[in-house]
């Protein structure tokens, strides 16, 4: 018996999991690049203890694992990712948190009456969340309404949408640390010393998001028919960018204020608008963006961002640092 077939038993048998075990599960629509082949085992645990539960034993036995929100800013390797994707589709909810809630050792805090905190899991798709805060009449997310992707992700990577980042929402987070197989968990309280552009203090560390709490504004009266509105410009805006003609991962690199201009202006004045790789394509709408034309496999996406990169440092002498993750074997 190979360790996926191990495992699969291993959670099978205990009544502490609940959730979607498949194997050899296509990768490709689970991205917003359509790209991607197969996951050799797929596990979408449903809560915190079958999340912590998979965790503890994958860490513990070695397996190799890739954790998959809403799959937007991932590019998947073309064959069989020969490992575990734990997915938190399944790890979804926002609901309004009590301040009475607020952990003990945080302090106490006095809120504004117009203040209110909406708390969510990391699996929460950004379009739920919105689409949440809209209906209760509470503002503080309208940019990022059209967002693709989860909540995880956006907090992951410290997402920024119209010179607005998540971190200027967040009042605190929870995580699992899985540095060891005993995946203990955490709460810890905003700092903003621990966040930057497109940087959260999650990157380059093994923890996983659990739940985020952000801090935002309750609306009443005549102000509650800003916030659809409000969250309806951004969409259109991002629809008459040319974001969903074809799948993509949005901004394929950070921009870099020491630069002068954004990396997509960059791109096009680099003469790159409209080149090619295979099925992928640098868009003639947007220089930043990188789409799939129907039929892009990762390697393209690859030879692409690196041919950009090349072609960029060549003629300004800047380094892109591209934001997608490529997820290889």
Not at 141 to 150: K, N, R, S, V
Not at 295 to 300: H, S
Request: hydrophobic share 35%; charged share 20%.
């Amino acid at each position: 018996m190979d360790k996926y077939s191990q495992l699969i038993e291993y959670l099978q048998g205990h009544d502490a999991f609940k959730g979607k075990i498949l194997e050899n599960e296509p990768i490709a629509p689970k991205t917003t690049f359509k790209i991607g082949g197969t996951a050799r085992l797929f596990i979408a645990p449903e809560n915190y203890i079958s999340f912590q539960f998979t965790l503890s034993y994958i860490v513990k036995e070695n397996i190799k694992f890739f954790i998959l929100g809403g799959g937007s800013n991932i590019v998947f390797t073309d064959g069989q990712y020969d490992g575990v994707v734990l997915s938190t589709q399944e790890f979804n909810d926002a609901e309004i948190f009590p301040f009475g809630d607020i952990p003990q050792d945080f302090g106490k805090f006095t809120f504004a009456k117009n203040q209110i905190l909406v708390t969510c899991f990391s699996g929460t798709p950004m379009a739920t969340l919105v689409n949440f805060c809209t209906k209760n009449d509470i503002s503080g997310m309208e940019q990022f309404a059209g967002l693709p992707g989860t909540v995880g992700g956006a907090v992951f990577m410290n997402a920024r949408c119209f010179d607005k980042s998540i971190s200027d929402v967040i009042f605190y987070t929870t995580h699992m640390d899985y540095s060891t197989p005993e995946v203990t968990l955490h709460h810890t309280l905003f700092d903003s010393s621990k966040w930057d552009y497109k940087v959260s203090p999650f990157q380059n560390n093994k923890s996983f998001i659990t739940t985020v709490t952000f801090l935002l504004t309750k609306k009443w009266g005549g102000e509650q028919l800003s916030i659809a509105k409000e969250c309806k410009k951004y969409i259109a805006e991002r629809v008459d960018k040319g974001h969903f003609k074809f799948p993509s991962a949005g901004s394929v690199f950070k921009n870099n204020h020491e630069f002068g201009k954004p990396s997509g202006k960059i791109i096009d004045e680099a003469g790159l608008k409209g080149y090619t790789f295979g099925g992928a394509k640098i868009a003639d709408f947007h220089g930043n963006f990188i789409i799939n034309t129907g039929n892009a496999k990762a390697t393209d996406i690859k030879e692409l961002v690196s041919h950009t990169q090349k072609i960029v440092n060549e003629k300004f002498g800047f380094l892109l640092e591209p934001e997608i993750i490529f997820v290889d074997n």
